[in-house]
């Protein structure tokens, strides 16, 4: 009997599919504006850095909520420029380290752990994501973290009881991503540092 399909990432797939097309065509346009002259007011910039931010995310959650399988890749460069593309002019900075060609599994699981970390870091920081060898490790530093201990439960405990909204899903996702990927996560939380490995 074949492996049940996970809806959830299905529907993140289509999702992310059906508007990544439009998100593309309206920056296009607003290409094509600034190129025949079109005066470069403060209402077209912000038209084009919106653009270019909602691009970004919906990269950002393809990979992180869309479908992934077992012999999918992805190339570091994509991942980077999706990072960057993402944090531009945030208050998060992410820097990534890894081999030039990944799993999009990990990858994702990566993204989903991102997600966690940026969570907590509300107020900004620096996240740094590194693999060694089978292992990755994140680190989350900031000057302030905002930690809620039953949504970190989650990640390891899944049956922990905890009011997750769709702003939390991320935390919901982790523990059948590791189990997918037969991993183990270890987190380590600190008043300004958190570490996350699997």
């Known amino acids: 009997m074949s492996e049940k399909p996970d809806l959830a990432s299905l529907i993140g797939s289509r999702i992310c599919h059906d508007l990544i097309s439009p998100i593309g065509a309206i920056g296009n346009g607003v290409e094509l504006l600034m190129m025949e002259g079109a005066m470069q007011s403060p209402e ?6 919106s653009v270019a931010n909602a691009n970004a995310r919906i990269r950002f959650f393809r990979v992180a909520f869309g479908a992934a399988h077992g012999d999918q890749r992805i190339a570091k460069s994509e991942v980077q420029s999706i990072l960057a593309d993402m944090t531009r002019g945030g208050r998060l900075t992410v820097g990534w380290t890894s081999a030039a060609d990944l799993s999009r599994r990990e990858v994702r699981l990566a993204f989903l752990l991102l997600q966690c970390l940026e969570t907590a870091m509300a107020y900004g920081g620096r996240v740094t994501v590194e693999q060694a060898a089978t292992r990755w490790i994140m680190t989350g ?4 973290l905002k930690i809620d201990p039953a949504l970190w439960e989650v990640l390891t405990e899944p049956r922990a009881p905890a009011e997750i909204g769709a702003g939390q899903v991320h935390f919901a996702l982790v523990p059948d991503e590791l189990q997918r990927q037969s ?4 987190t380590e939380l600190r008043d300004t540092a958190i570490r996350l490995s699997f």
Not at 141 to 144: G, I, K, N, Q, Y
């Open 44 to 49: 077209l910039a912000l038209i084009a850095e």
């Open 141 to 144: 530093e900031a000057a302030r």
């Open 183 to 186: 991993r183990r996560l270890i």
